[in-house]
């Protein structure tokens, strides 16, 4: 079976990129919020593993590889659903994921790309995005200073925003920085932005 390279041949796709506690029932719950069909990619190969605490999750990404590994997967799922990929929401170790990929050219037919608190993306601050992303930081991170960042990367054009009295894990219900109403917050802004393209 041939698969068309036009956008207009796959129906929208939303592509979800996991924080190191990879694909947990909080996802497939915020996943099913969402308007469009959704694609998850997890650090995590095979069988979802339940992580009962954040150190142990981040443990277990490491010996995957971490962010590199994750970005390397991420590549190649990116690659094969090129055509029908129209936007990615990426969450801490995922954000940062997406990012490193953020210049690929598979990357063109997204019309949005949404990051939260992805950290190591102060690594790789020279990449110039193949679409429109937005970035958005909690406000305390225990090892950088996000606001630096955050202005930083608005001076080299970015749409950066710090998400003020938040911490490090704001959307995720498993993380000790979790906080409802911020979560709440951008699950709305998410479902305004995606609603258009399901409703087309």
Known sequence: ????????????????????????PAIASFARQLPLPCLI????????IQYPAENLAYHAFIAQGGVAAYADKLSQL???????LRYAIGFSAGASA?????????????QQAVLFYGSRIRDHRDLQPACPLRLI??????????????????????AAELVKGSKHGFMNPYSSGFCLKTQEHYLQELLDLTHINAAA
Do not use: Y
Not at 137 to 158: I, K, N, T, W, Y
């Open 78 to 84: 990116i690659k094969d659903h090129q055509s029908s």
């Open 98 to 110: 997406l990012w490193l990929n953020s210049a690929n050219p598979a990357m063109a037919n997204l």
């Open 41 to 48: 990619a997890s650090p995590f190969s095979g069988e979802t």
């Open 137 to 158: 930081f909690a406000e305390q991170e225990a090892a950088f200073e996000p606001a630096e960042l955050v202005s930083d990367m608005r001076q080299r054009g970015h």
């Open 1 to 24: 079976m041939s698969v068309s390279a036009s956008p207009a041949a796959a129906p929208p796709v939303l592509l979800i990129v996991t924080d190191v506690f990879g694909n947990t």
